[in-house]
């Protein structure tokens, strides 16, 4: 049965308790006890001062109603300790008296506050509807961790058709709202493919594939192939960190600020690989981004004529180099993410291509598809991989698109997948 007057000492709580009410009074407010026993709610009246006999029992508290007044200093000092180890285990806090200032340091306050965090201020202030209001929605989220029921909060039936006729109009504009913002992501995801290379340099040695694949409607994803002129082709895949909006703005940074080559006068330098990342990282870093954006990169430059490759990675995945009857091989090479220091440095590797063999590029979205690092064995080439790997390269990026859309996957893990591939033809 709920105890009205104040718990005596000796008693130890068994069973989980809706309510406890701590003061420095004598009993409870006759208007709150009415109330928690119209709803049926169990509830305990405890001694400020005993609290440190039930501190070990916190999970057998819903909320706690704190009912105080006239403290003295000691008594604040104890408070505030009481308030904190409360919140510390997510027990919610109905502060009925004047709110003492005090300075509670707390694991979700990002600093010592002038006052407590009381949801009330004095009892006149706060009408028994809007408390009852309070206490249950405290008890849904604490029951919801113990997976316990909770009856919802139910207003008096002359303010229910008030309720309802605002509840129906904020239903209207959050409609309104999802609706538009829907449309600026879908025109925001078009506007990101534009960025996009709408035509791949293929030729009678050189074939290319791609596959681009969001998990939202902007990607965190970019890649480029570009003809810098006629003996050279420059083409990279870069991440930015995260899947959404933010990382979606920096890949269009990206995209601007890569730079492959300069013009001098009427004539022109190609800059190397290398040169390429460190100016690349050099303008994000000193741009100064909010949020601590960063990205990772992979940037190669093919000489259409010899068929010789030179890249240079910033924090990307490695690229794989695909060849008739061979193993796929990882092009290993060192390099930092993109973004953060200034002044890191990044080196480059040339490898000769021959008819044949295949490169692909891929975000880190991908790897479940492509393999994984073993701590004993290195990195593993996935069953999936290994059954595509052999075909030609559009096959091959098609036919991993087709299981990067099938896969069954927790929203929650969702990434953005991309894959940039060439293929020398014989």
Sequence with gaps: MPKTALMNTTEIMKDFTDVLYLTNKKQMLPEIRLLLKQKKLSFLVLSLDKFPQIIHQLDLIGTVIIDIENLEI??????????????????????????????????????PQVKSFSLATTMESVSIDKLWMRISVNLAYRKKDFAMAVKPAMPPAHTRNSYKNKLAEQLDITGTLVENLTDQLHMAG?????????????????????????????????????????????????????????????????KQALVMRETIAESYRIFSPMEVISNLNKRMAGQKLSGYQFATCCYCMLNVKTLQL????????????IRPEKQPMQLEIRGSLLGIFEQAEYAQQTIQLYPGDKLLLYSDGAESFIGGFDCLAGFNFSDEFHKIKDLPIVDMINKFNTLARNQKVNPSQLDDITIVGLEILS
């Design 74 to 111: 000691l008594q604040q000092q104890n408070l505030a300790k009481i308030i904190e180890s409360l919140e510390i285990n997510n027990i919610g806090i109905l502060l009925l008296n004047n709110r003492v200032k005090l300075p509670v340091k707390s694991f979700s306050l990002a600093s």
């Design 190 to 254: 078009l506007v990101q493919r534009d960025f996009l290379p709408s035509k791949l340099p293929n030729t009678d040695r050189i074939q290319w594939a791609a596959a681009f694949l969001p998990a939202e409607w902007v990607s965190g994803d970019i890649y480029d192939i570009v003809r810098i002129d006629e003996q050279h082709i420059g083409f990279y895949l870069a991440d930015a960190v995260g899947h959404a909006m933010p990382a979606a703005l920096l890949t269009i940074f990206i």
């Design 310 to 321: 030179t890249y240079v990675r910033a924090g990307h995945p490695y690229p794989i180099l």
